[in-house]
């Protein structure tokens, strides 16, 4: 009889330690924060970073850029949103010209309140900072740089359709975005972000009007720092506090770190001149510069992360739920 009880508080008490340890084992402040947001799902977001992928560099002009541009639509139509497909014909810097493709995906059009989040869909010609010259002239996967950012939105999209939060939303996928001129030297770096420049000039500048903007760029990497840039603070600095609070509280401080970086021109720089209020969540840092892999062939989807896809898809998803 001492023996069966005895047995029976040994394994009452390991039940009780693995339940602590699982416990443990989640991210910091999850257990004591209640999320008002649906639950990101990081193995749906790199699934949809893998369907981008497979279809190959997503260059303008080539049969992949066309091919996702078509996945990308069916699958905001699918969740529910209105899509639209905007651009004219652009010329980049080495003087081609592509038919630009920003897509625009619309949850709730009607309500005035709203909130923008982005991310560029297209994907680098060529691995310019690769460290063996032979590969730089070659195109990468760009599964960081491009596709995590695109994922992530779509996994948001899902959720929305399921349990729609109190504010409009729009999810704009930017064109052409990353087919600049290494060490561009122009005001502002024109040549870069070609889709939100375009959208300054037409959409925004017809009234366009949103209470924020996230836009996000390579936020898949592993490891990832998500620094506060200069043109954010300077521009929204309220929204950078609202974002990496939220990050913080909700469990994810060592992405949302409370850091200040310099300036970096990315679309939030297009969208904020074009009135909204924007800050850039992306893998840079002063001391260490952008994503490690960054416009290298090994941005690829081996080096995907599906922790750091959790930490900012459920932190932007709580920004938006907690807008009354």
């Given at each position: 009889?001492?023996?069966?009880?005895?047995?029976?508080?040994?394994?009452?008490?390991?039940?009780?330690?693995?339940?602590?340890?699982?416990?443990?084992?989640?991210?910091?402040?999850?257990?004591?924060?209640?999320?008002?947001?649906?639950?990101?799902?990081?193995?749906?977001?790199?699934?949809?970073?893998?369907?981008?992928?497979?279809?190959?560099?997503?260059?303008?002009?080539?049969?992949?850029?066309?091919?996702?541009?078509?996945?990308?639509?069916?699958?905001?139509?699918?969740?529910?949103?209105?899509?639209?497909?905007?651009?004219?014909?652009?010329?980049?810097?080495?003087?081609?010209?592509f038919?630009?493709?920003?897509?625009?995906?619309?949850?709730?059009?009607?309500?005035?309140?709203?909130?923008?989040?982005?991310?560029?869909?297209?994907?680098?010609?060529?691995?310019?900072?690769?460290?063996?010259?032979?590969?730089?002239?070659?195109?990468?996967?760009?599964?960081?740089?491009?596709?995590?950012?695109?994922?992530?939105?779509?996994?948001?999209?899902?959720?929305?359709?399921?349990?729609?939060?109190?504010?409009?939303?729009?999810?704009?996928?930017w064109?052409?975005e990353?087919?600049?001129?290494?060490?561009?030297?122009?005001?502002?770096?024109?040549?870069?972000?070609?889709?939100?420049?375009?959208?300054?000039?037409?959409?925004?500048?017809?009234?366009?009007?949103?209470?924020?903007?996230?836009?996000?760029?390579?936020?898949?990497g592993?490891?990832a720092?998500?620094?506060?840039?200069?043109?954010?603070?300077?521009?929204?600095?309220?929204?950078?506090?609202?974002?990496?609070?939220?990050?913080?509280?909700?469990?994810?401080?060592?992405?949302?770190?409370?850091?200040?970086?310099?300036?970096?021109?990315?679309?939030?720089?297009?969208?904020n001149?074009?009135?909204?209020?924007?800050?850039?969540?992306?893998?840079?840092?002063?001391?260490?510069?952008?994503?490690?892999?960054?416009?290298?062939?090994?941005?690829?989807?081996?080096?995907?992360?599906?922790?750091?896809?959790?930490?900012?898809?459920?932190?932007?998803?709580?920004?938006?739920y907690?807008?009354?």
């Amino acid at each position: 009889m001492h023996k069966n009880l005895l047995f029976l508080l040994i394994t009452f008490c390991i039940l009780i330690g693995c339940k602590n340890s699982s416990k443990d084992a989640s991210p910091s402040g999850q257990d004591s924060v209640k999320l008002i947001s649906p639950n990101f799902n990081a193995d749906s977001a790199y699934a949809y970073t893998k369907a981008q992928v497979d279809f190959g560099p997503r260059i303008p002009g080539t049969a992949a850029h066309q091919m996702c541009a078509e996945y990308l639509v069916r699958k905001f139509k699918a969740f529910g949103a209105e899509v639209e497909i905007q651009g004219e014909k652009t010329q980049t810097y080495d003087g081609k010209i592509f038919q630009l493709k920003n897509i625009h995906a619309s949850f709730n059009p009607e309500r005035s309140k709203r909130v923008l989040v982005t991310a560029h869909w297209d994907a680098r010609p060529f691995a310019d900072q690769d460290t063996d010259p032979l590969k730089q002239s070659m195109p990468f996967d760009a599964a960081n740089d491009g596709a995590s950012g695109v994922a992530v939105i779509l996994e948001m999209a899902r959720q929305i359709q399921k349990n729609q939060p109190n504010v409009g939303v729009d999810f704009i996928l930017w064109d052409l975005e990353d087919y600049g001129k290494s060490n561009d030297q122009t005001q502002n770096e024109v040549t870069w972000c070609l889709g939100s420049q375009y959208w300054n000039r037409t959409v925004a500048a017809k009234g366009y009007k949103a209470i924020f903007g996230v836009n996000l760029d390579m936020v898949g990497g592993g490891n990832a720092q998500f620094t506060q840039d200069e043109i954010s603070r300077t521009e929204a600095g309220d929204i950078v506090t609202k974002i990496w609070d939220i990050g913080n509280e909700i469990g994810y401080a060592s992405y949302f770190v409370n850091i200040t970086s310099g300036k970096i021109v990315d679309d939030h720089f297009w969208m904020n001149k074009g009135g909204v209020p924007t800050v850039d969540i992306i893998h840079y840092n002063d001391n260490s510069g952008f994503y490690i892999n960054w416009h290298t062939q090994l941005d690829n989807l081996a080096n995907i992360d599906k922790n750091t896809l959790k930490a900012t898809g459920q932190t932007v998803l709580e920004t938006i739920y907690r807008e009354k």
